[in-house]
């Protein structure tokens, strides 16, 4: 579609509601934000940018412009020609990628509910739509797609403010080849909020595999696993609730076992995943009660089916969950000790063993679409982050303290890369600069994960726990006493009876400090690891690879050194690649369309730093490109610069830009990047060089026809003498016969002869059917030159 049909398609089909680009704002402040997000929502236009970065509102609905129709008018087209879309971003990626030879990425964030996870499927389709390819492209096309249920039915839950809440994080990598053809792909992901599943609040659910399996599973399936109704199962009827509104859990577990096949596991690993999946649940219905202070197991029925899922023996598991053995040192000999467990020593013990099967179930999962897709030697790449949103609910846990610490360095990229760099890279370039004021957030994240003095939050818990051998309150008490001695003075930190409060970016939250130690030791006992490696299922035993001896000599890994590191890692991926950001907004709690509620609106937008992105991006510079890149891009607009700019880049790159009479107030050139303050002035370099290479190609395109038609000319010719070879009767008639083109025989007709000359000769003579057009009257006459000229022709 071109540039005159999108125009025509717009006029017909947009209502102008708002402003598309908030940095044409006349008001730039949080309430003239929301009041434009609030009118563009309501008239359903849920996409704004500021400048390059795009604003989505959560609509809570279906919407119509998401159909191959907008597929069509958003690819290869500017930004200013359409609507504000995610195609457009989506498109933007793709082809920065194609043309600058650089990875990209998209950095989705906001709070939970905002929207993310569909931005992400999104993207990840238009992607698959645009970049073309063959049956095989198209297989690993499939498999990037129908990842997304899979992980889905494993690693989303539906939370009080989120019915399908991503419960872990995602970066998914679609690899590409030279060409743009998918032919690749990687899937890393974040600290699966295990907790969920021996646990939930009121009014949410566990992970929605459960609720699919005892759904969709076969009259066979649920004879073979032992399942029934959820609310039998300790773990999931804690919370009370089962289904959720708009969401068919039978038919998303038939989805959830074709995207098993599609991904390439086999109908015996697909099974061993149920039957694991109904084992947890099994599990969580062993109950304990006291007898002399120690643990022993209520009901001996309710360890035959965990036994028989998990492939272990009945007294084994019991002896397990209700005793451990620990390694004692004693005059300079180690011993090993059986400990007896109390009740809820022997319930931390069954929940760790749940646990760890189902995180270990959902690495395997992950680690079977990335066999599936990722390939050895990477070319190009474009990443997709989906994690978990910010939360903040009336008691806070380890789990939202994690996953508001992993936003908050999200927020360090965003802050780091549109208002830090930004301003910096104009001092350093030499660029006339006033600087603008904003919240730089690096504070709050070193207060949390700081491991210089003072030391940061994680480092201090990560000590408590390493000293502390028994879990409970003393420990966590503990923990809150030595916060408060070590970074109680900062301003980002305050304590409460039962916690503590940090002043985060998005607001301040309450943490209980309630089990911070227990589930930040994350310990699974050796007695269980080496009971599950003596499973008879090898799909069991292949889950638990520890290599006891050697971690015994090692401090164990902390929950909060893994997200640490896991973090810090997924930065370092980020700012090597390109990076786009969508910014997700819930605009209510009632999750019902149309229904926009001004505060909470208002606070997103403040604690998204909007307000100083549209700022940053009206005063600063649109476009920024090295010289010698710029020279690359735009070398075929002037013959001075093509193939190559000899010379001083400086001067080719203002040479350009003359070539094109870019007003001098546009642009400014620094010490090694030339700076484009207007996108209008960017797509008018864009326009020029597409004209150059249009003209260019009409001429090969004309050369090309020639070539074409001179070659159909000449095999023409030779098949038409191919036919008449040999075949003309007249040439055989007239071999040895002169000419005689008085066919009429004039000598011997004087009545003919007298209408010529006596001294004129004739030169041809016929007879004709001469057919009159205007009176459609036939005559037959004998013609000659003189009755050619009486009749207005020559014969």
Same mark, same amino acid.
């Given at each position: 579609?071109?540039?005159?049909?999108?125009?025509?398609?717009?006029?017909?089909?947009? @209502? *102008? =509601? &708002?402003?598309? /680009?908030? $940095?044409?704002?006349? +008001?730039?402040?949080?309430?003239?934000?929301?009041?434009? %997000?609030?009118?563009?929502?309501?008239?359903?236009?849920?996409?704004?940018?500021?400048?390059?970065?795009?604003?989505?509102?959560?609509?809570?609905?279906?919407?119509?412009?998401?159909?191959?129709?907008?597929?069509?008018?958003?690819?290869?087209?500017?930004?200013?020609?359409?609507?504000?879309?995610?195609?457009?971003?989506?498109?933007?990626?793709?082809?920065?990628?194609?043309?600058?030879?650089?990875?990209?990425?998209?950095?989705?964030?906001?709070?939970?509910?905002?929207?993310?996870?569909?931005?992400?499927?999104?993207?990840?389709?238009?992607?698959? @739509? *645009? =970049? &073309?390819?063959? /049956?095989? $492209?198209?297989?690993? +096309?499939?498999?990037?797609?129908?990842?997304?249920?899979? %992980?889905?039915?494993?690693?989303?839950?539906?939370?009080?403010?989120?019915?399908?809440?991503?419960?872990?994080?995602?970066?998914?990598?679609?690899?590409?080849?030279?060409?743009?053809?998918?032919?690749?792909?990687?899937?890393?992901?974040?600290?699966?909020?295990?907790?969920?599943?021996?646990?939930?609040?009121?009014?949410?659910?566990?992970?929605?595999?459960?609720?699919?399996?005892?759904?969709?599973?076969?009259?066979?399936?649920?004879?073979?696993?032992?399942?029934?109704?959820?609310?039998?199962?300790?773990?999931?009827?804690?919370?009370?609730?089962?289904? *959720?509104?708009?969401?068919? /859990?039978?038919?998303?577990?038939?989805?959830?076992?074709?995207?098993?096949?599609?991904?390439? %596991?086999?109908?015996?690993?697909?099974?061993?995943?149920?039957?694991?999946?109904?084992?947890?649940?099994?599990?969580?219905?062993?109950?304990?009660?006291?007898?002399?202070?120690?643990?022993?197991?209520?009901?001996?029925?309710?360890?035959?089916?965990?036994?028989?899922?998990?492939?272990?023996?009945?007294?084994?598991?019991?002896?397990?969950?209700?005793?451990?053995?620990?390694?004692?040192?004693?005059?300079?000999?180690?011993?090993?000790?059986?400990?007896?467990?109390?009740?809820?020593?022997?319930?931390?013990?069954?929940?760790?063993?749940?646990?760890?099967?189902?995180?270990?179930?959902? /690495?395997?999962?992950?680690?079977?679409?990335?066999?599936?897709?990722?390939?050895?030697?990477?070319?190009?790449?474009?990443?997709?982050?989906?994690?978990?949103?910010?939360?903040?609910?009336?008691?806070?846990?380890?789990?939202?303290?994690?996953?508001?610490?992993?936003?908050?360095?999200?927020?360090?990229?965003?802050?780091?890369?549109?208002?830090?760099?930004?301003?910096?890279?104009?001092?350093?370039?030499?660029?006339?600069?006033?600087?603008?004021?904003?919240?730089?957030?690096?504070?709050?994240?070193?207060?949390?994960?700081?491991?210089?003095?003072?030391?940061?939050?994680?480092?201090?818990?990560?000590?408590?726990?390493?000293?502390?051998?028994?879990?409970?309150?003393?420990?966590?008490?503990?923990?809150?006493?030595?916060?408060?001695?070590?970074?109680?003075?900062?301003?980002?930190?305050?304590?409460?009876?039962?916690?503590?409060?940090?002043?985060?970016?998005?607001?301040?939250?309450?943490?209980?400090?309630?089990?911070?130690?227990?589930?930040?030791?994350?310990?699974?006992?050796?007695?269980?690891?080496?009971?599950?490696?003596?499973?008879?299922?090898?799909?069991?035993?292949?889950?638990?690879?520890?290599?006891?001896?050697?971690?015994?000599?090692?401090?164990?890994?902390?929950?909060?050194?893994?997200?640490?590191?896991?973090?810090?890692?997924?930065?370092?991926?980020?700012?090597?690649?390109?990076?786009?950001?969508?910014?997700?907004?819930?605009?209510?709690?009632?999750?019902?369309?149309?229904?926009?509620?001004?505060?909470?609106?208002?606070?997103?937008?403040?604690?998204?730093?909007?307000?100083?992105?549209?700022?940053?991006?009206?005063?600063?510079?649109?476009?920024?490109?090295?010289?010698?890149?710029?020279?690359?891009?735009?070398?075929?607009?002037?013959?001075?610069?093509?193939?190559?700019?000899?010379?001083?880049?400086?001067?080719?790159?203002?040479?350009?830009?003359?070539?094109?009479?870019?007003?001098?107030?546009?642009?400014?050139?620094?010490?090694?990047?030339?700076?484009?303050?207007?996108?209008?002035?960017?797509?008018?370099?864009?326009?020029?060089?597409?004209?150059?290479?249009?003209?260019?190609?009409?001429?090969?395109?004309?050369?090309?026809?020639?070539?074409?038609?001179?070659?159909?000319?000449?095999?023409?010719?030779?098949?038409?003498?191919?036919?008449?070879?040999?075949?003309?009767?007249?040439?055989?008639?007239?071999?040895?016969?002169?000419?005689?083109?008085?066919?009429?025989?004039?000598?011997?007709?004087?009545?003919?002869?007298?209408?010529?000359?006596?001294?004129?000769?004739?030169?041809?003579?016929?007879?004709?059917?001469?057919?009159?057009?205007?009176?459609?009257?036939?005559?037959?006459?004998?013609?000659?030159?003189?009755?050619?000229?009486?009749?207005?022709?020559?014969?």
């Amino acid at each position: 579609m071109g540039s005159k049909e999108r125009y025509h398609w717009l006029a017909q089909n947009v @209502k *102008v =509601s &708002g402003v598309d /680009d908030m $940095v044409l704002l006349s +008001k730039i402040n949080e309430d003239a934000i929301t009041e434009n %997000l609030k009118k563009r929502y309501m008239d359903d236009y849920i996409f704004t940018y500021i400048g390059p970065v795009l604003i989505s509102v959560n609509p809570f609905k279906q919407l119509p412009y998401f159909t191959d129709r907008e597929v069509e008018l958003y690819q290869g087209a500017a930004q200013y020609e359409n609507p504000p879309h995610i195609y457009a971003l989506a498109d933007n990626m793709y082809r920065n990628m194609l043309i600058d030879n650089e990875n990209q990425c998209v950095i989705i964030s906001g709070e939970s509910g905002a929207g993310k996870t569909v931005a992400a499927k999104f993207i990840m389709s238009y992607v698959s @739509k *645009v =970049s &073309g390819g063959g /049956d095989k $492209v198209q297989h690993l +096309k499939d498999i990037i797609l129908q990842s997304n249920p899979l %992980l889905e039915a494993f690693g989303n839950a539906k939370t009080v403010r989120n019915d399908n809440s991503s419960r872990f994080g995602k970066y998914f990598e679609i690899q590409f080849s030279r060409g743009g053809a998918p032919d690749g792909g990687k899937i890393s992901n974040f600290l699966l909020e295990k907790s969920r599943v021996v646990s939930q609040n009121p009014g949410e659910r566990s992970f929605h595999i459960y609720y699919q399996m005892l759904e969709g599973a076969t009259k066979e399936q649920r004879e073979n696993l032992g399942v029934t109704t959820p609310d039998y199962y300790f773990y999931l009827n804690q919370s009370g609730t089962y289904t *959720v509104e708009d969401m068919n /859990d039978k038919k998303e577990f038939s989805d959830t076992m074709e995207a098993m096949s599609v991904v390439g %596991l086999s109908v015996e690993e697909q099974d061993s995943v149920l039957q694991l999946v109904a084992g947890i649940l099994h599990l969580g219905n062993i109950s304990f009660r006291e007898e002399n202070n120690y643990a022993v197991v209520e009901s001996q029925d309710f360890l035959a089916f965990p036994s028989f899922l998990l492939g272990i023996p009945q007294d084994g598991l019991c002896s397990k969950l209700t005793s451990r053995i620990m390694d004692s040192k004693w005059g300079g000999k180690t011993e090993s000790i059986a400990v007896t467990l109390n009740t809820e020593q022997a319930c931390f013990s069954r929940d760790a063993l749940s646990k760890a099967l189902y995180t270990r179930l959902f /690495d395997f999962l992950v680690d079977c679409v990335n066999k599936a897709i990722q390939k050895d030697q990477e070319v190009l790449n474009i990443g997709v982050l989906d994690i978990y949103g910010f939360e903040i609910f009336q008691r806070n846990g380890f789990e939202q303290f994690c996953i508001n610490f992993v936003n908050e360095k999200l927020q360090q990229i965003f802050i780091e890369l549109t208002l830090k760099a930004e301003q910096d890279e104009y001092v350093q370039e030499g660029i006339q600069w006033t600087p603008i004021e904003y919240f730089n957030n690096k504070v709050v994240c070193d207060l949390i994960e700081s491991k210089l003095n003072p030391l940061g939050l994680m480092s201090v818990l990560d000590d408590v726990c390493a000293t502390m051998h028994a879990k409970g309150e003393g420990a966590d008490q503990t923990l809150l006493q030595k916060l408060q001695g070590q970074i109680g003075s900062h301003e980002h930190f305050s304590s409460w009876n039962k916690g503590f409060i940090i002043h985060h970016y998005a607001g301040k939250v309450s943490y209980d400090v309630s089990g911070f130690c227990e589930r930040n030791r994350d310990v699974l006992f050796n007695d269980i690891i080496e009971l599950m490696q003596s499973s008879e299922f090898p799909f069991i035993r292949a889950l638990f690879t520890e290599n006891l001896e050697a971690e015994k000599r090692g401090r164990p890994t902390t929950a909060s050194s893994k997200i640490k590191k896991q973090a810090n890692s997924l930065v370092q991926t980020l700012m090597k690649c390109t990076p786009h950001y969508i910014r997700c907004i819930k605009p209510n709690e009632t999750k019902r369309p149309q229904d926009w509620e001004d505060n909470r609106a208002r606070h997103q937008v403040e604690y998204l730093g909007l307000r100083e992105n549209i700022r940053v991006r009206r005063a600063g510079y649109a476009y920024r490109r090295a010289f010698n890149k710029f020279l690359q891009r735009y070398a075929i607009l002037t013959k001075e610069s093509w193939p190559q700019w000899k010379g001083e880049e400086r001067k080719g790159v203002l040479h350009l830009l003359n070539s094109v009479h870019m007003d001098q107030d546009q642009f400014q050139l620094g010490k090694t990047k030339v700076f484009i303050k207007a996108p209008e002035s960017l797509f008018l370099l864009e326009e020029m060089r597409e004209r150059k290479y249009n003209g260019y190609a009409r001429v090969i395109q004309k050369a090309w026809r020639k070539h074409i038609a001179v070659r159909k000319y000449v095999r023409m010719r030779e098949e038409a003498s191919d036919v008449l070879l040999n075949k003309k009767e007249r040439r055989r008639n007239s071999i040895n016969r002169n000419f005689v083109g008085d066919y009429l025989g004039t000598d011997n007709h004087p009545e003919i002869r007298q209408f010529v000359g006596r001294r004129e000769r004739i030169e041809f003579a016929d007879v004709v059917v001469k057919f009159d057009r205007k009176f459609r009257v036939n005559t037959q006459v004998q013609n000659s030159r003189i009755q050619g000229m009486h009749n207005g022709s020559l014969v």
